[in-house]
């Protein structure tokens, strides 16, 4: 089924058969490597900013929506992805999905004003790493930073 049909079908929506981790680039030249993904732009820029202030966090590239973000990150391999849930062009999830497929072992952070309970379960399902939510903002570079911290752990 191409990407269209399953825009246009939000009941189907396939978990990906998960293959052979990588070894996830934790850490930049900077600390802790991180891909931005929001389709709003004003937001992108104050979480950009946030993550400037936060020594050991680096921010490799950000993207307006899904599919964007699946090429950079195949480009960039950060250590942790902060993405939004709902986008056009590829939903958060939908990338999500693509990216644990290619590596189960990529931290993933979905992030959302907007959380339904069937987002909590397709997130689980897929392996994201954490759900939370954008009044929360303030605690995305710590949480950014733990999340590198203990993919070495694993």
Request: hydrophobic share 50%; with cysteine.
């Amino acid at each position: 089924m191409d990407y269209q049909a399953r825009q246009n079908d939000s009941v189907r929506f396939g978990v990906p058969v998960q293959r052979e981790a990588r070894t996830p680039a934790a850490t930049c030249s900077a600390g802790v490597s991180v891909l931005l993904v929001d389709d709003t732009l004003d937001l992108l820029r104050l979480l950009r900013m946030l993550f400037d202030f936060h020594d050991g966090v680096e921010v490799l590239a950000e993207a307006h929506d899904g599919l964007e973000a699946l090429q950079l990150w195949r480009v960039h391999r950060p250590a942790v992805v902060v993405m939004d849930l709902r986008m056009p062009v590829m939903s958060g999830l939908e990338a999500a999905a693509q990216m644990l497929a290619e590596d189960p072992g990529q931290r993933i952070v979905m992030f959302s004003a907007a959380f339904r309970q069937v987002d909590y379960q397709l997130a689980d399902a897929i392996g994201v790493t954490r759900c939370l939510d954008k009044r929360d903002f303030e605690r995305l570079p710590e949480l950014v930073a733990s999340l590198a911290l203990t993919a070495h752990q694993v």
